[in-house]
DNA sequence: CCAGTGATTCTCT
DNA sequence: GAGAATCACTGGC
């Protein structure tokens, strides 16, 4: 794990999640900015992590700067990226990205032509990159991921995390204001 | 709005 | 080990 990387991700997904927000993340070179995200805590109801390490979540609580992938309603793969030092439990769900690299693959895999059903939302976007088992626990700072910094400031705008029946209090998704690539609307302030 | 989808995890034997 | 509930979603009504 390069220094960099490690530096960035070893803080808590409440922290690292927003700073993540226009980062251009690519999977086997498709991808783009990162414009929605979701942060999870081990001491969260609505986490994986909150029940302690299992042999789906083990990621989450492996080191920071790596991939946690989870299959959600048997059907989908997600992507999350892991958070804070070692034993934490806490990641950022990639939520939505702007469809920059690789359209056409991406329109391939999802078999929709239409660029905002392409990367928005969880489980569209892993489809759309690509993403599977074999990229559970891997080092997001080499292949076939790559993640590259915001090129400025993004303006963000935070709300309740979707699709959670528990934690629902915590406004912990984030979003880069007036993004077209959003999954869902966030509230302005 | 709600059905499909199947792994994961909890609870009780 | 079996039964049941839950689920960080999507797509089609």
């Avoid at 960035?8 to 690519?26: H, I, Q, S, Y």
């Avoid at 492996?62 to 989908?76: D, I, L, N």
């Amino acid at each position: 794990m390069s220094r960099l990387t490690r530096r960035f991700f070893d803080a808590p997904a409440l922290e690292v999640a927003p700073r993540l927000l226009g980062c251009t993340l690519l999977l086997g070179g498709v991808g783009g900015p990162i414009v929605e995200v979701e942060a999870y805590e081990q001491l969260d109801p609505a986490s994986h992590s909150f029940r302690g390490p299992t042999p789906r979540n083990r990621s989450m609580f492996g080191p920071p700067g790596h991939a946690y992938v989870y299959r959600s309603y048997g059907v989908h793969w997600c992507l999350n990226l892991v958070c804070d030092r070692k034993g934490a439990g806490s990641a950022v769900l990639v939520r939505a990205i702007e469809p920059a690299h690789g359209v056409e693959l991406m329109a391939g895999r999802r078999g929709v032509d239409a660029p905002r059903l392409l990367c928005s939302g969880p489980g569209r976007l892993g489809q759309a990159l690509g993403v599977g088992p074999q990229h559970d626990g891997l080092r997001l700072d080499e292949a076939p991921f790559e993640l590259r910094p915001a090129p400025g400031p993004v303006s963000v705008l935070a709300g309740p995390r979707i699709g959670i029946s528990r934690g629902t209090e915590r406004h912990w998704r984030f979003g880069i204001a007036g993004s077209p690539w959003l999954s869902r609307r966030l509230a302005g302030p």
